[in-house]
């Protein structure tokens, strides 16, 4: 048993993978409960698909494969090399979508691993493997394996690697000996809880979906509340926040074997704004398609864009915002009046105005207005 599961740990380092730890496939009772308490105090609104259901059967490996006996529960590492200075007129998109779509590479390398136990043991083995579009409870699996420990921002925090590690999980049939869970804790540390701008994170290990500015960016398919768009800063799609502040991210190891870069977004993650506001939906998903970005949707990164803009506070984005104002889209133009207002130049106001006479949706005519108010203010 042991020189099986030493091979599994090798084979997999071998597949791609930076981290390789073992569970068995006992019911995650407890992280089952704390799901399921956070949909019912309301921290997982928002997120539809996020059910009891969906809960249930993540938190229980027999559910998902039945014979199941053992999780090999993988850490890929998404962590580039270096930062870039902000730069102005651009947008930041969160670490982890800078590469290509990880499901789909995540799910290779896995199918690989699979595989190749099976040609070693010379027989078919029941195996179904996860990333985080599945029910699995992915976090919880990697905590009870020791792959890591889950920090007061809810991540999961990695001796090595830190928490830029995307998460995976082979379930198998294969009666294989598990890891012990790791001993450590965040101790007193509550730099995540103090350096959210939004307050997301309510209490350690809490954090509520719909102030999340991962949320906002990504799954919000509706109007960013008005009082959180100034804390939203530059970004674009996601947020890394709470994990740049992390002491345990400080020495974080780079992966062995990284995912390809995504080539329209690039390792600074920096998308201009501007240019962002004139795609067109086949421009879009021309550019985007084979990344995670395509989550947000169209709308939903022009939308983003605008509030970006308007809290960069630059006179030269007017004329493309003015331009937004004429978007097919009420979100984008609703944003856009925002972000004039928050600029207030001349140029701008003069754009509200003109918005105001020839305007017809509802909720874009209470944007532009309310811009107005503020620029009188």
Not at 44 to 50: A, H, R, S, T
Not at 227 to 232: A, T
Not at 317 to 330: D, H, I, S
Request: proline content about 5%.
């Amino acid at each position: 048993m042991q020189d099986l599961k030493s091979h599994i740990t090798k084979y997999a380092i071998e597949c791609g993978f930076d981290l390789v730890r073992i569970t068995g496939a006992e019911e995650f009772t407890a992280d089952r409960d704390r799901a399921l308490e956070r949909i019912n105090s309301g921290h997982m609104d928002g997120l539809p698909w996020f059910t009891p259901d969906r809960v249930a059967r993540g938190a229980d490996p027999e559910k998902l494969l039945p014979g199941a006996k053992s999780v090999i529960c993988l850490g890929l590492s998404y962590l580039g090399e270096g930062e870039t200075s902000p730069e102005m007129g651009t947008g930041t998109v969160a670490r982890y979508a800078r590469v290509r779509d990880y499901h789909r590479a995540m799910k290779r390398r896995m199918k690989t691993l699979v595989r190749g136990l099976e040609e070693t043991l010379g027989k078919e083995i029941g195996a179904k493997w996860y990333v985080d579009d599945g029910p699995m409870l992915d976090r919880a699996a990697a905590a009870r394996s020791g792959l890591g420990w889950s920090g007061k921002s809810t991540n999961i925090l990695t001796p090595t690697h830190g928490s830029w590690v995307l998460l995976g999980q082979v379930i198998t049939d294969l009666e294989l000996e598990a890891d012990p869970p790791l001993k450590k804790t965040c101790g007193a540390c509550v730099r995540c809880i103090d350096d959210c701008p939004t307050g997301a994170i309510t209490a350690p290990y809490v954090v509520d979906n719909v102030r999340c500015i991962s949320y906002q960016t990504i799954e919000n398919r509706g109007v960013i509340p008005v009082e959180m768009r100034p804390l939203i800063g530059d970004m674009v799609f996601g947020c890394d926040i709470c994990q740049d502040v992390c002491p345990v991210n400080r020495k974080a190891a780079l992966p062995g074997q990284p995912i390809p870069l995504a080539v329209n977004i690039g390792k600074a993650g920096k998308l201009d704004l501007k240019e962002i506001l004139t795609l067109t939906e086949e421009q879009f998903r021309s550019r985007f398609q084979g990344t995670s970005i395509m989550r947000a949707k169209h709308v939903g990164l022009q939308k983003n864009a605008c509030v970006a803009l308007g809290n960069s506070r630059e006179a030269s984005a007017v004329p493309a915002l003015t331009a937004a104002l004429r978007n097919a889209e009420p979100l984008v133009r609703g944003h856009a009046a925002w972000a004039l207002g928050e600029i207030g130049t001349t140029e701008a106001l003069s754009a509200l105005e003109q918005a105001q006479k020839s305007e017809t949706d509802p909720y874009v005519l209470e944007e532009v207005e309310a811009a107005l108010s503020r620029t009188a203010a």
